[in-house]
């Protein structure tokens, strides 16, 4: 799988100590990626040298907007502390609704040309003001010769959350050298590189990221504002359970356990996500006659819900599995600390793909 990512800044992202940081800031927890990119067999490859995550209080990231600047500032000053990370230089993965992403195709032009025509372009197709947009283009190929343009996609987020996040990065202390989409960054990290068609998806606590890829190259990138504590939550309201009682429950019993009323809430809460997975997928193939999904892979701490993987392959009719973000890493944890939970990797799918992407 080629590695994508969208700089915002130019800055050089490895450390020099050869580290690359990818940092996913979640609506439950901060979380880090310590990878030294390299290569292996002539390809490019990492080596993880550290994951950590900090719990953040509830409130302070919603719908991927960081909404308490200091909150995060903390949670980031407690993980580098007490992770004993030394490397200051990051890549920051944003997430957001409003995220566009499209095909477009530019005139060959010089990089600092290219940024004073891309608004031009970006305005018919980005449902944001330009002045309060952060754009950027993703070549996906080299120049047809015969027309003297460049395929590739557009990327536009909103500035201000943008913003909001790097500043809370960089008031703990840390450098952001490069803003990358955190639905390209799942997509870098656990996609199959075998296959042609697959869907990417990843759960969060508010949001789920979607992207379907042919042959590497993101066709559909949707980010919907539903996730797992959409899920708790409910059970709460239907379930006479504290919040605590409730996540575990979902943890326990999922779509599959021997509590009926406790499957059924999840059962009904868990249908608007799919329904949104299901339309995905359906308008890639709508778009592209002919082309098969071959798989659907997982992530994300939601993706761990019991018997969520096996509801979706049944409603799809393609093999789905949950998958971790080291799969694609031979190389784990050299010379450095315990491995981490089954949870934790799960949930690092953006931080890993962040750092994966200065391997390219």
């Not at 499209?102 to 025509?117: C, F, G, H, S």
């Not at 557009?154 to 703990?172: H, I, K, M, W």
């Not at 050298?177 to 998806?201: G, K, P, Y």
Request: hydrophobic share 45%.
């Amino acid at each position: 799988m080629k590695h994508r990512q969208v700089d915002i800044g130019r800055l050089a992202v490895i450390n020099t100590d050869g580290h690359a940081i990818g940092v996913d800031i979640g609506a439950g927890s901060v979380r880090a990626a310590v990878l030294a990119p390299g290569t292996l067999d002539g390809r490019p490859s990492v080596t993880v040298h550290g994951l950590g995550q900090v719990e953040l209080p509830p409130n302070a990231v919603v719908n991927g907007v960081v909404v308490d600047q200091a909150a995060v500032t903390q949670a980031l000053k407690s993980l580098w502390a007490s992770h004993k990370f030394e490397c200051r230089r990051v890549i920051l993965g944003i997430t957001n609704q409003q995220v566009v992403v499209r095909d477009l195709t530019v005139p060959n032009l010089e990089p600092e040309q290219l940024a004073k025509a891309l608004p031009y372009q970006a305005r018919e197709v980005v449902p944001l003001p330009m002045d309060q947009a952060l754009i950027d283009f993703m070549p996906l190929g080299g120049v047809d010769e015969a027309t003297d343009t460049i395929a590739g996609l557009l990327v536009a987020a909103p500035r201000g959350p943008v913003l909001s996040a790097v500043q809370a990065v960089e008031r703990a202390g840390l450098s952001v050298a490069r803003v990358d989409l955190s639905s390209f960054a799942v997509l870098r990290s656990i996609a199959d590189q075998r296959l042609a068609v697959e869907a990417v998806i990843d759960i969060g606590a508010h949001m789920t990221s979607i992207v379907v890829h042919n042959q590497g190259v993101p066709k559909v990138v949707r980010v919907v504002p539903r996730g797992g504590q959409e899920l708790t939550q409910l059970l709460v309201a239907r379930g006479e359970l504290s919040e605590p009682e409730a996540e575990l429950a979902k943890r326990a019993e999922g779509l599959i356990g021997s509590n009926p009323k406790i499957v059924d809430v999840l059962s009904q809460g868990v249908r608007p996500i799919l329904s949104e997975i299901r339309s995905s997928i359906q308008y890639f193939t709508s778009m592209n006659p002919g082309a098969r999904l071959e798989q659907i892979s997982l992530s994300g701490g939601g993706a761990l819900l019991p018997g969520l993987a096996e509801e979706l392959a049944e409603q799809v009719g393609v093999p789905t599995r949950v998958i971790t973000p080291m799969h694609h890493i031979s190389n784990r944890f050299t010379g450095q600390g315990a491995k981490p939970s089954m949870d934790e990797t799960a949930a690092s799918a953006v931080s890993v793909g962040l750092a994966m992407g200065a391997a390219a």
